[in-house]
């Protein structure tokens, strides 16, 4: 891998994110666990949730104690059908994307938007609510990736680097936006019950541009892992978006990352040694580790990742970028970002902070 080429590259100027004010996690695991009563387990998901690394997520459903509506909607006599929960996805993306977009410091000038999320469905689409929201102009190039899963942040920023390399005066608008807690299923299953407790709500944004000061960014990767199709799965369903996320996916991905073609491909000639700044998405404990292993990384090499896991857990696409805006205070001099979703699938960025105006 050769060093990343700063000057004139595209690079991210700025990185803004938001939460829901509704804070889950313990009343998400309550919940669980009355769904696993009377069953070992029930025990083994309070352990398996005590080790998540997981401390706090927060979610758009909430009743005027603060807490997450489960009776309201999920126990209502019925699970919520897919109808209800776009309609809940339309009222409450656009506020969540704005909120995370009115904290970036510069917003004019902007000709291009890429969006995406995979967590719902609406016409006119997010990104049109939100530009005409933010009164940007209607002449601005909108892009939509949607039901990518988690690795499409990685794949939203990409697309808007692409779009700069192609027109040096453009200024792209990058927006994430997902509500993964509106797709938790009335279910007693182990393993689906763990994979929903990773998950919650979020929003981020990014400009990216051919200017100014920021994460330039380099070189990109792809890679879909050979026999692994069936482990993280999105299906629609009549009940919302059912997850499917195996139990085997730490596994496979420390398989495939110690391969020798992968890591080259990853980390070139000059090894992980030489990268100062990770950006890993934290699908989870488990996952963060498996990288920390095959990687054989330092102890505080994926601090950004934790701390992101740890008060917000997954957020699906926006994730990445929240590891990315902690990550962008120590100006690294080479990073990786990797994220992973269905197929099962890699996407990776180098970045490198840029300090000039050229």
């Keep these: 891998m050769t060093p990343i080429p700063t000057r004139s590259r595209p690079r991210v100027n700025a990185i803004a ?33 005590a080790r998540s690394g997981i401390d706090q997520r927060f979610s758009v459903l909430s009743q005027d104690d603060g807490r997450i509506g489960f009776g309201s909607f999920y126990n209502a006599g019925a699970s919520p059908g897919t109808a209800a929960r776009m309609a809940h996805y339309a009222a409450s993306a656009p506020d969540l994307a704005v909120e995370a977009i009115g904290k970036l410091p510069e917003l004019s000038g902007i000709t291009h938007m890429v969006t995406a999320s995979c967590t719902g469905f609406m016409a006119p689409g997010l990104d049109q609510v939100v530009a005409r929201r933010l009164g940007l102009p209607a002449t601005v190039e909108r ?46 299953d182990l393993e689906q019950l763990l994979a929903m407790g990773q998950f919650a709500d979020g929003a981020a944004a990014a400009v990216v541009s051919a200017s100014g000061e920021g994460l330039a960014l380099g070189e990109a990767l792809s890679l879909t892992l050979n ?12 009940t919302g978006f059912a997850m499917h ?20 491909e990853i980390v070139g000639a000059a090894g992980a040694e030489a990268i100062d700044s990770w950006a890993i998405h934290p699908g989870g404990r488990s996952i963060l580790d498996a990288v920390e292993r095959a990687l054989d990384l330092p102890d505080d090499a994926l601090a950004h990742s934790r701390e992101v896991l740890r008060t917000c857990g997954n957020m699906s696409s926006a994730t990445v970028l929240f590891v990315l805006q902690r990550g962008m205070a120590q100006r690294p001099e080479h990073g990786v970002a990797l994220a992973f979703g269905p197929g099962l699938a890699v996407e990776g960025l180098h970045y490198a902070w840029h300090d000039h105006a050229g």
């Design 227 to 238: 026999d692994a199709a069936e482990l993280i799965t999105w299906h629609v369903g009549d």
């Design 245 to 264: 996320l195996s139990g085997a996916v730490p596994g496979r991905l420390v398989e495939q990352l110690e391969d020798p073609a992968t890591l080259r």
């Design 17 to 49: 994110t938001a939460t829901p004010q509704c804070e889950v996690h313990h009343n998400y695991n309550d919940w669980a666990e009355r769904q696993l009563s009377g069953s070992r387990g029930a025990a083994i998901f309070h352990r398996m949730m």
């Design 143 to 188: 892009l939509f990736l949607g039901f990518m899963g988690c690795y499409a942040g990685i794949t939203a920023l990409r697309t808007a680097a692409m779009i700069v390399r192609a027109d040096p005066a453009a200024r792209v608008l990058v927006l994430t936006v997902e509500l993964c807690t509106l797709h938790m299923q009335d279910t007693d």
